[in-house]
């Protein structure tokens, strides 16, 4: 080991990497949130050098070993998330212990802001036909919207977008991984399958393919186009 990294290591009691693995794990677990790297080499007091390479050794050692959690990298924010194959049982255990999840106006509303984001919330009604105040609401209590800045029209309504925390609830890196308009309902139905979810807006017995009618598939699809 180099003389940068013994140094580097040798603060507060902080005196080998196994520490300082643990202390960055409950960094972020106890966040519930990603945080970017420059936050976490400061509370370690590390460079942000030395604080990428030890995020780098415990990337390898979460996926090389059986463990239930995954150390996620969302840009240069860090966080830690469930495995993958863990999925179906970590469904059943939610479903059993809440049913907080998303209803399917939210999920709708939620589809629609990621392929034509930045959105107003008027275009939004304007695709569903419908109100989605209380959608967008839920979507911001859940971090997985947020006020992206104001359209420069009149009145200058907010205009919403995605958040990391969304990229982390459907386990993607970045938002340019998001797969088609059709794929992604296919995995909003993996989270709403079997699920008693109170609608604001719609009847609880439509699934999302019927909820997005072929005229809003066209509207989505050819903003995407464009």
Do not use: W
Not at 122 to 150: F, H, N, P, Y
Request: glycine residues 4%.
């Amino acid at each position: 080991m180099s003389d940068y990294k013994i140094n580097q290591m040798q603060i507060e009691g902080i005196n080998n990497e196994d520490r300082l693995f643990s202390v960055i794990e409950s960094i972020l677990f106890v966040s519930g949130e990603p945080i970017n790297l420059k936050e976490i080499a400061s509370v370690i007091e590390c460079s942000e050098r030395f604080t990428e390479e030890l995020l780098a050794k415990m990337k390898i050692n979460y996926e090389e070993n059986s463990r239930g959690l995954a150390l996620i990298q969302l840009k240069d924010k860090y966080a830690l998330g469930t495995k993958s194959e863990n999925s179906e049982y970590i469904q059943k255990i939610l479903k059993t212990n809440t049913r907080q999840s998303l209803s399917k106006a939210s999920l709708e509303t939620l589809a629609i802001i990621v392929y034509k984001q930045p959105i107003t919330r008027v275009e939004i009604d304007e695709i569903r036909g419908v109100k989605s105040d209380r959608a967008l609401q839920t979507l911001i209590e859940k971090s997985l919207i947020k006020a992206a800045g104001k359209k420069e029209v009149p009145g200058r309504p907010i205009l919403y977008a995605t958040t990391d925390e969304f990229l982390n609830y459907f386990g993607l890196k970045d938002i340019e991984d998001m797969p088609a308009l059709e794929s992604f309902i296919e995995k909003i139905n993996e989270h709403i399958e079997d699920e008693v979810a109170v609608d604001e807006d719609l009847d609880v017995d439509e699934d999302i393919d019927s909820i997005f009618n072929s005229e809003k598939y066209e509207l989505i699809e050819k903003e995407e186009e464009n």
